[in-house]
């Protein structure tokens, strides 16, 4: 059977990635993405699907595409090789931009 499936644990780690480079607490994130604390906790601390548009809205705030976080399957169940590509580039972007984030937020000022 085809499908799709949302990677909550992807998606988490991106997030937890982008609110750890840019040295946020969680009510920091929350504020600046107008979700509620508990809403970044349940959604990257403990592992809970967001709902849509908390999803949205964390996504929009990190810059990250919903979609890199969306796997479908074949009719074997495995997740096929171009969604698989998608997801390790979005990861790379993320993990590079929170790179770059974290060393001009640690640069020193000319």
Do not use: C
Not at 15 to 34: F, K, M, P, W
């Amino acid at each position: 059977m085809s499908g799709a499936s949302f990677d909550q644990s992807a998606f988490a780690a991106a997030i937890a990635a982008v609110i750890h480079a840019r040295g946020l607490s969680d009510r920091q994130t929350a504020e600046q993405s107008g979700l509620a604390p508990s809403t970044i906790t349940r959604a990257i601390r403990q592992g809970r699907k967001p709902d849509v548009d908390s999803l949205a809205a964390l996504a929009d705030w990190a810059g990250l595409p919903v979609d890199a976080f969306i796997v479908r399957t074949n009719t074997l169940g495995t997740p096929l090789v171009y969604d698989v590509r998608r997801m390790v580039a979005a990861m790379r972007a993320s993990l590079a931009a929170a790179e770059a984030l974290g060393l001009m937020l640690g640069s020193e000022p000319s």
